[in-house]
């Protein structure tokens, strides 16, 4: 994995450049989605754990705010649900495009997505500190401009949830939960059970 901060002498995440260089730097190819979005959070732990945590993408809806749940088709292939605004939801199946152990995931949407999306998320060594992780993702906002706007209205805009996703990722990895001032979905019915 070559480290695409270099050429741009910085820490900024690709997605803070211009779209092509963004797209070209984050490995993308062929990125689905005209919104280019991007975060990085530095988490105490080793590449290798992150890594193979976010790999097994049934996982993420621990913690992703919005995913509803992922279906797990096969080894390159999910199925993801997500919440979208006024209590609809929105499906697509995701395909990983390209990996590389301990470094990188990158993933598209097939044909038929409901919110076209590509992205690649790394893991890069930051030595005592553990590891940078960076998120860059594309994506058509379902409803253009307007839909983007509603989205945001209603704090479900992709820009917004890579910033919390990112930050309850550190906070699970790091604590072993998600600091929250109400009980989440899983923990109720646990108190119930």
Do not use: C
């Not at 992922?70 to 292939?77: E, S």
């Amino acid at each position: 994995m070559t480290d695409t901060n270099v050429a741009h002498g910085d820490d900024a995440p690709p997605a803070s450049w211009k779209k092509g260089d963004a797209i070209a730097a984050a490995g993308i190819g062929d990125g689905k989605g005209e919104t280019v979005i991007g975060r990085s959070v530095t988490i105490n732990r080793p590449a290798a754990e992150l890594f193979a945590y976010f790999r097994d993408f049934a996982n993420l809806a621990t913690f992703m705010e919005n995913v509803d749940r992922i279906d797990v088709l096969d080894g390159k292939r999910s199925h993801w649900v997500v919440k979208a605004p006024g209590g609809r939801t929105v499906e697509w199946d995701a395909l990983v495009t390209d990996e590389a152990q301990d470094q990188f995931i990158a993933w598209a949407s097939e044909p038929g997505a409901d919110v076209a999306n590509s992205g690649r998320i790394e893991f890069r060594d930051a030595g005592a500190r553990g590891t940078v992780v960076t998120a860059t993702i594309l994506y058509d906002p379902p409803g253009g401009v307007i839909g983007k706007i509603i989205a945001k209205m209603f704090q479900r805009e992709p820009a917004i949830q890579a910033r919390r996703d990112l930050r309850r990722f550190k906070q699970l990895m790091e604590t072993g939960e998600i600091a929250t001032a109400a009980m989440n979905t899983r923990q109720r019915e646990e108190e119930l059970a």
